[in-house]
T-cell receptor, first 112, second 113 residues
Framework: DAEITQSPRHKITETGRQVTLACHQTWNHNNMFWYRQDLGHGLRLIHYSYGVQDTNKGEVSDGYSVSRSNTEDLPLTLESAASSQTSVYFC???????????FGSGTRLTVV | AQSVTQPDIHITVSEGASLELRCNYSYGATPYLFWYVQSPGQGLQLLLKYFSGDTLVQGIKGFEAEFKRSQSSFNLRKPSVHWSDAAEYFCAVGAGNTDKLIFGTGTRLQVFP
C-alpha cells in the first residue's frame, strides 16, 4: 500500500545544530508540504513543493529550507536549531488542488 | 487573504448526543473546504471535503458538513457521537490556483460515557 512516512518520530537536539527531518511518500504525488503544529496556532505552512526542483516558502519559513530532488522525498532542514522551533512537524502530500492531503504521522522535535 | 476560524477550542458531549463543530472562513470566491481529524499522537486524517456542487457533503465515520456561502461557514455534524470520536478536529480552506491549505486552530472533542 502507498504511504507517507516521516523520520525520526522523536528527536532532541541542541541549539545551533543543523537538523534534517525526512519525509518519504510512495503515492507518486507531485505536491508535498511541511507544516508545524503548535498549541493555539493549529498547523502553519513552512515550505511546499509542486514537483521536482520546485520549492516555495510558506508563512513561517524563516530558519527552514527544503529541497526536492525526486518525487518521493521532501526533507526539511533546520539550518541552526532554535528553541522556538520546538514543535511537532507534519509532512503531507497531495495529488492536486482541492483533493486534500495525506499526512505523515509527524516528528516531535525538541530543541534544548 | 484567506483565514479560518474555529470558535470553540474545547467541546464536551455525552456519548450518543449530537455534535456540531463550527468553522467560519474568509475568502472572496468559492473556496475548497476540508475537515480533518487528529487522534492523539497521530497525523491528520481527511474526514470530508467540499469542492463544488451539493452543499451537504458526507464523509467517513458518519460525519457530514454543510457549506453555507451566506454565512461563510462549513460546520461539521454527527447525529450520534461515539466515544471513539474523541479527538481534535481541524477545518481547512484552500482556494484559487494553489494547493496550499490554511488550517484553523482546532477544536478538541471530549466524549463522556
Amino acid at each position: 500500500d502507498a504511504e507517507i512516512t516521516q523520520s525520526p518520530r522523536h528527536k532532541i537536539t541542541e541549539t545551533g545544530r543543523q537538523v534534517t527531518l525526512a519525509c518519504h511518500q510512495t503515492w507518486n504525488h507531485n505536491n508535498m508540504f511541511w507544516y508545524r503544529q503548535d498549541l493555539g496556532h493549529g498547523l502553519r505552512l513552512i515550505h511546499y513543493s509542486y514537483g521536482v526542483q520546485d520549492t516555495n516558502k510558506g508563512e513561517v519559513s524563516d530558519g527552514y529550507s527544503v529541497s526536492r530532488s525526486n518525487t518521493e522525498d521532501l526533507p526539511l532542514t533546520l539550518e541552526s536549531a532554535a528553541s522556538s522551533q520546538t514543535s511537532v512537524y507534519f509532512c503531507a502530500s497531495s495529488k492536486g488542488q482541492g483533493l486534500g492531503y495525506t499526512f505523515g504521522s509527524g516528528t516531535r522535535l525538541t530543541v534544548v | 487573504a484567506q483565514s479560518v476560524t474555529q470558535p470553540d477550542i474545547h467541546i464536551t458531549v455525552s456519548e450518543g448526543a449530537s455534535l456540531e463543530l463550527r468553522c467560519n472562513y474568509s475568502y472572496g470566491a468559492t473556496p475548497y473546504l476540508f475537515w480533518y481529524v487528529q487522534s492523539p499522537g497521530q497525523g491528520l486524517q481527511l474526514l470530508l471535503k467540499y469542492f463544488s456542487g451539493d452543499t451537504l457533503v458526507q464523509g467517513i465515520k458518519g460525519f457530514e458538513a454543510e457549506f453555507k456561502r451566506s454565512q461563510s461557514s462549513f460546520n461539521l455534524r454527527k447525529p450520534s457521537v461515539h466515544w471513539s470520536d474523541a479527538a481534535e478536529y481541524f477545518c481547512a480552506v484552500g482556494a484559487g490556483n494553489t494547493d496550499k491549505l490554511i488550517f484553523g486552530t482546532g477544536t478538541r472533542l471530549q466524549v463522556f460515557p
